[in-house]
Structure formats: C-alpha cells, structure tokens
C-alpha cells in the first residue's frame, strides 16, 4: 500500500511516521503533487498556527490538491482544523472539506480548565468504520488550543469547556482533534481502521 504524509511546514510528521512503522506499515514524506496524488491513502498532520500553515500551502497549491483528492485522507489536530471551513486563529479561511468552524476556548468559562488542552481525554459517540473495534469512552491524547465546533460532519464527540468534534467525516476525508500516533492502543486502532477504509 502506497501512504503519503504530506509534509508542509506544520511538525509532528515523524511521530507519525513511527506510529504507522509500529503496525507495520511504511509512508512517504512529500509536498509532490504527482506523489499524492497517486498514493493509496493520505495522512495529514499538523502542530502549528492556522494562518502560517494555510499560507504555505497555498503557496504551493497543496490546498487545492488536498481538496481534489479522491482517496481516503487523514487530517490530524492542526491538519484537521484545516480542512474546516474558518479558524479563529488569526481570523483564517480554511480549506472547506467541512463545514464546521473552529474556535479558541474561551478560558473564562472553563472553570479552572487549562488553555491549551494538554493530555488524555474520553472520546465518545463513535462512528464510521474509522472507529471500528475502538470502545465508546476510549482515551485519546489531546493538545490545542482551538476546537471544532459539533456539526453535520461530527464522527466522535469529547468534552472540554464544552462538547465539540474529536472526529469529522466527509466523503473520503476524516480529521481527528487528538493525536493517534500518541494514543497508544487505540491510536494504534484508528490508525489500522483508516489504513483499511
């Protein structure tokens, strides 16, 4: 199976590389067009800041790409934000694959609740197959600051301030909030279910 991460000035890319070699699979780090396009499956990560990160890839036309593929493609924390359609950060337009709009947790109402989240956080509500053989209320790995809202597109649900989306789903494109390459077993799981979509 032919993976692709795609690599853009967001880090965490190795961390991912690690998890997918931990069940046994193998990806490619580019920004060549040609390459992801033609690659099986598609992951892309991301730690950063919104408007930097969509810069660079409209620079490159990687926005444009990642919304023409036809695949199944894997945005992960940052990269999920992404695909939303708006970010608060730093008032960003996003790519649209989702409808939803993500938004700085307003720390006033967080009764004592740390901004960033940093840490392991209940997961629920599951659906699709790219939560298969992965238990209501599974602990995943979480750090962000900024949250997408629950919408149409909303696959798994955690609590933090307040209910949002830890997954999104639309046609052949999935996000996930928090971390697989960090979430252990099921992490592992996630990562397995979206290798055989």
């Known amino acids: 199976?032919?993976?692709v991460i795609v690599k853009y000035n967001a880090g965490n890319i190795q961390s991912v590389q690690y998890a997918l070699e931990r069940i046994g699979a193998s990806a490619l780090v580019t920004d060549d067009h040609e390459l992801i396009q033609s690659a099986d499956k598609v992951i892309f990560p991301?730690?950063?800041e919104a408007s930097t990160a969509m810069n660079y890839l409209q620079s490159r036309s990687l926005d444009v790409l990642?919304?023409?593929?036809?695949?199944?493609?894997?945005?992960?924390?940052?990269?999920m934000q992404l695909m939303c359609q708006h970010s608060e950060e730093n008032d960003t337009d996003c790519m649209?694959?989702?409808?939803?709009?993500?938004?700085?947790f307003q720390p006033e109402k967080s009764a004592g609740l740390k901004v960033p989240q940093i840490g392991w956080n209940m997961i629920r509500d599951l659906s699709t197959p790219l939560f298969k053989d992965v238990p209501e209320n599974s602990f995943c790995y979480f750090v962000h600051g900024y949250y997408a809202s629950k919408g149409e597109h909303t696959i798994a649900t955690t609590d933090y301030v307040l209910p949002y989306s830890a997954a999104l789903h639309r046609d052949n494109f999935y996000g996930v909030q928090f971390h697989p390459e960090k979430s252990a077993v099921v992490g592992e799981q996630?990562?397995?279910?979206?290798?055989?979509?």
């Open 1 to 3: 199976m032919n993976i």
């Open 46 to 48: 991301g730690v950063g």
């Open 96 to 104: 649209g694959i989702f409808d939803e709009q993500v938004k700085l």
């Open 66 to 79: 990642l919304k023409g593929l036809q695949q199944p493609v894997l945005g992960i924390c940052l990269g």
């Open 190 to 197: 996630i990562l397995k279910n979206f290798l055989t979509l």
